[in-house]
């Protein structure tokens, strides 16, 4: 019987890990997690529930808002990642603050919108698997949805300024659409000079994905 000569084995290839692939994991945990520890109630009312009395106020609160709500944050950021793969794509953006700032018109007008919070959980995971899939969207398709998600997400705004007088609100507007058109644009610059290169944007979707899916979960009490 003729020995096993170890020279004369195979070499075992390891398996390729895509690295893209291990960083969009990583970066889908994470983001799950700081979603799971965020605090709704904090999330919306940067001055913890307290009505803006002035100006400054009124602005600042506005800044705040999209950026500390999470799920606002994350469907601002996949609108400017979605424009990023679209032509005429930022018509999506602008679509979306303006309908945010008729939302927030209805509340202040005391027009009732049904499950406010659910339908916003479920606009995050709805833009995240926009991106994730490998067809892109239509531009007027995507402006559509981004209207009527505004409408909800700008009605939750309204929340805030309830009772407010007219130059504190005035300035919560103008806050909460400089900020939004800030990120949605730095996403967009984000998506076409970096993201846009291989898989990476679907990537991205998968990330925005796990977080609407948290958030929707949560508003569902589950």
């Not at 996403?187 to 000079?193: I, M, P, S, T, V």
């Amino acid at each position: 019987m003729k020995d096993l000569n170890v020279n004369e084995l195979a070499p075992l290839k390891r398996p390729k890990v895509n690295k893209l692939t291990v960083i969009a994991a990583i970066a889908t945990l994470t983001c799950v997690a700081l979603v799971a520890l965020a605090s709704p109630a904090f999330a919306h009312h940067p001055f913890g529930g307290q009505t803006p009395s002035n100006g400054l106020e009124g602005f600042l609160s506005g800044l705040g808002h999209p950026v500390i709500g999470p799920d606002h944050l994350a469907f601002v950021m996949a609108v400017g990642l979605l424009a990023a793969t679209q032509r005429w794509g930022l018509l999506t953006p602008i679509a979306f603050v303006g309908a945010a700032l008729l939302g927030t018109g209805m509340h202040l007008l005391e027009w009732n919108l049904p499950t406010p919070e659910l339908l916003i959980s479920a606009s995050v995971l709805g833009f995240g698997i926009l991106l994730a899939q490998a067809k892109t969207t239509s531009p007027a398709i995507a402006a559509c949805l981004a209207v009527l998600a505004g409408i909800f997400h700008g009605y939750a705004y309204g929340e805030a300024i309830v009772g407010a007088e007219m130059t504190p609100v005035v300035s919560y507007l103008l806050g909460f659409s400089v900020i939004q058109l800030g990120i949605a644009l730095s996403a967009f610059w984000l998506g076409q000079k970096v993201l846009k290169k291989g898989q990476a944007i679907r990537y991205a979707g998968f990330v925005i994905c796990g977080a609407g899916a948290v958030f929707l979960s949560s508003a569902m009490g589950l």
